[in-house]
């Protein structure tokens, strides 16, 4: 905890919860524009990255796409992926480079508006403050999500989150059975494939996307091709979007597909969802086929839309043959036996749920989204900052944090200079309150 910022008693006129990413980008676009702020971390810098990856943990998007404010990658590798240790450093290094008004290790418990009106009420695990305007970085990734019927395994089968894993020895000798198809679940089956696990896979909905196509890094094209500026706004079922999930690939090793039928092809087992657990056995639902089918697609549409770009800007661009699916499946079981499948372990790659039951402001939805536009909510001088598609692609991710982050303090500055002539800090913007329920 830094030991030059008092946190009891005090009054900031920003206050930022959250010291990771986003926490730090909108604390350098403050500094540059001289708001005087403090940024609370529960941890310390790159805890999130340090505490819940995995050992081969690396990015999925190339070096180039880090582009923290003021701190874009400056390494010898722009096309590579980071791995893990070199995620924190490169966190770390953002933050030494400017020295933010950083506390660490002090946590945040309770948000509310002070009954009298005019500042937010701070209480943290070091005391209690007051701040004109709150920014809440804490993303959307808080509590872990293990389905009920994980409680009905059997008392002798271990079982961890994903966030739990680090690598294959950490695991008692035996298969495995992971639990689900977002990028982490499948980087977590590859990892244990390679260390020469046998390995169950519970497949679900997630769609993929190829490492490289027609030379190039997908991302690459879909960077060219203005897919990571499109906004949240673009969108008729905006919604839905913001709860899609990521599509699955791998930077691990110079960057590859994430194949699972090869994966099948060469030993892996692979079910459809799983749906009950009754003593030893396992029960999965009939979808396979079509998951598998479904991420092919949305992997094949995206060489669509790459092929029409390619051809409308005549660019020169090897010809590139369309995937071929190595393996399909036959008559899958619908249950299986843990003992007869020597299953001793189980990973859950089933994501994380959002906790903002500290928030004492009402600007959730039904679901517990923040209602806001491009993160300004209607409440006077609350916003949020770091959550997936909260206006581009990008804005969960080192790629389009830091244009989220200047856009809000860019409104901070505006309604504390706003506040200097009407004496009292404006909220939302001319318009923007109706256009508010986007969550």
Same mark, same amino acid.
């Given at each position: 905890?830094?030991?030059?910022?008092?946190?009891?008693?005090?009054?900031?006129?920003?206050?930022?919860?959250?010291?990771?990413?986003?926490?730090?980008?909108?604390?350098?676009?403050?500094?540059?524009?001289?708001?005087?702020?403090?940024?609370?971390?529960?941890?310390?810098?790159?805890?999130?990255? *340090?505490?819940?990856?995995?050992?081969?943990?690396?990015?999925?998007?190339?070096?180039?796409?880090?582009?923290?404010?003021?701190?874009?990658?400056?390494? !010898?590798?722009?096309?590579?992926?980071?791995?893990?240790?070199?995620?924190? @450093?490169?966190?770390?290094?953002?933050?030494? #480079?400017?020295?933010?008004?950083?506390?660490?290790?002090?946590?945040? !418990?309770?948000?509310?508006?002070?009954?009298?009106?005019?500042?937010?009420?701070?209480?943290?695990?070091?005391?209690?403050? $007051?701040?004109?305007?709150?920014?809440?970085?804490?993303?959307? &990734?808080? $509590?872990?999500?293990?389905?009920?019927?994980?409680?009905?395994?059997?008392?002798?089968?271990?079982?961890?989150?994903? #966030?739990? &894993?680090?690598?294959?020895?950490?695991?008692?000798?035996?298969?495995?059975?992971? =639990?689900? $198809?977002?990028?982490?679940?499948?980087?977590?089956?590859?990892?244990?494939?390679?260390?020469?696990?046998?390995?169950?896979?519970?497949?679900?909905?997630?769609?993929?996307?190829?490492?490289?196509?027609?030379?190039?890094?997908?991302?690459?094209?879909?960077?060219?091709?203005?897919?990571?500026?499109?906004?949240?706004?673009?969108?008729?079922?905006?919604?839905?979007?913001?709860? *899609?999930?990521?599509?699955?690939?791998?930077?691990?090793?110079? @960057?590859?597909?994430? /194949?699972?039928?090869?994966?099948?092809?060469? @030993?892996?087992?692979?079910?459809?969802?799983?749906?009950?657990?009754?003593?030893?056995?396992?029960?999965?639902? /009939?979808?396979?086929?079509?998951?598998?089918?479904?991420?092919?697609?949305?992997?094949?549409?995206?060489?669509?839309?790459?092929?029409?770009?390619?051809?409308?800007?005549?660019?020169?661009?090897?010809?590139?043959?369309?995937?071929?699916?190595?393996?399909?499946?036959?008559?899958?079981?619908?249950?299986? /036996?843990?003992?007869?499948?020597?299953?001793?372990?189980?990973?859950?790659? +089933?994501?994380?749920?959002?906790?903002?039951?500290?928030?004492? =402001?009402?600007?959730?939805?039904?679901?517990?989204?923040?209602?806001?536009?491009?993160?300004?909510? @209607? +409440?006077?001088?609350?916003?949020?900052?770091?959550?997936?598609?909260?206006?581009?692609?990008?804005?969960?991710?080192?790629?389009?944090?830091?244009?989220?982050?200047?856009?809000?303090?860019?409104?901070?500055?505006? #309604?504390?200079?706003?506040?200097?002539?009407?004496? +009292?800090? !404006?909220?939302?913007?001319?318009?923007? $309150?109706?256009?508010?329920? =986007?969550?």
């Amino acid at each position: 905890m830094s030991s030059a910022v008092r946190l009891a008693g005090a009054h900031f006129p920003v206050a930022v919860i959250g010291g990771g990413q986003a926490g730090l980008s909108v604390s350098y676009c403050l500094r540059k524009r001289a708001v005087e702020h403090v940024v609370i971390e529960a941890n310390a810098v790159g805890h999130e990255w *340090r505490s819940r990856r995995w050992d081969s943990f690396c990015l999925v998007t190339p070096n180039w796409q880090c582009k923290l404010p003021g701190y874009a990658y400056q390494g !010898t590798d722009p096309d590579g992926f980071m791995v893990r240790e070199e995620i924190i @450093g490169y966190l770390e290094a953002y933050a030494a #480079s400017f020295a933010p008004p950083l506390v660490e290790g002090v946590r945040v !418990t309770r948000l509310r508006r002070s009954p009298a009106g005019g500042v937010f009420e701070v209480s943290t695990s070091a005391g209690d403050l $007051t701040a004109d305007q709150v920014v809440v970085a804490t993303g959307p &990734y808080h $509590t872990r999500f293990v389905p009920a019927l994980a409680q009905r395994l059997p008392d002798g089968v271990e079982q961890v989150h994903s #966030s739990e &894993y680090r690598n294959a020895e950490q695991l008692p000798p035996g298969a495995v059975l992971v =639990v689900g $198809t977002g990028q982490s679940g499948c980087q977590i089956a590859e990892d244990l494939h390679l260390a020469g696990r046998p390995v169950h896979l519970a497949v679900g909905s997630a769609p993929r996307v190829a490492r490289f196509y027609r030379g190039r890094d997908c991302v690459a094209w879909l960077d060219e091709m203005g897919h990571y500026r499109k906004s949240i706004d673009e969108f008729d079922d905006a919604a839905a979007v913001r709860m *899609r999930v990521n599509h699955y690939v791998t930077g691990r090793d110079g @960057g590859r597909d994430i /194949d699972l039928r090869a994966f099948a092809r060469d @030993g892996m087992r692979l079910y459809g969802r799983l749906t009950g657990v009754s003593g030893t056995r396992l029960e999965f639902a /009939d979808d396979l086929k079509v998951n598998l089918d479904h991420a092919d697609a949305v992997a094949e549409s995206i060489k669509d839309a790459i092929d029409a770009h390619i051809a409308a800007q005549s660019i020169d661009a090897p010809a590139e043959a369309r995937y071929v699916p190595v393996w399909e499946p036959g008559d899958q079981a619908g249950e299986i /036996d843990l003992v007869e499948a020597g299953i001793t372990s189980v990973v859950w790659s +089933t994501g994380f749920r959002r906790d903002h039951r500290w928030i004492e =402001v009402p600007v959730f939805d039904g679901r517990g989204y923040p209602m806001h536009w491009r993160g300004v909510t @209607g +409440t006077p001088g609350l916003y949020f900052l770091g959550l997936p598609w909260q206006y581009s692609w990008g804005s969960g991710r080192f790629e389009a944090v830091g244009r989220d982050a200047a856009f809000l303090a860019d409104h901070i500055e505006a #309604s504390r200079r706003m506040a200097d002539v009407c004496g +009292t800090l !404006t909220g939302a913007p001319t318009g923007l $309150t109706a256009a508010l329920p =986007v969550g």
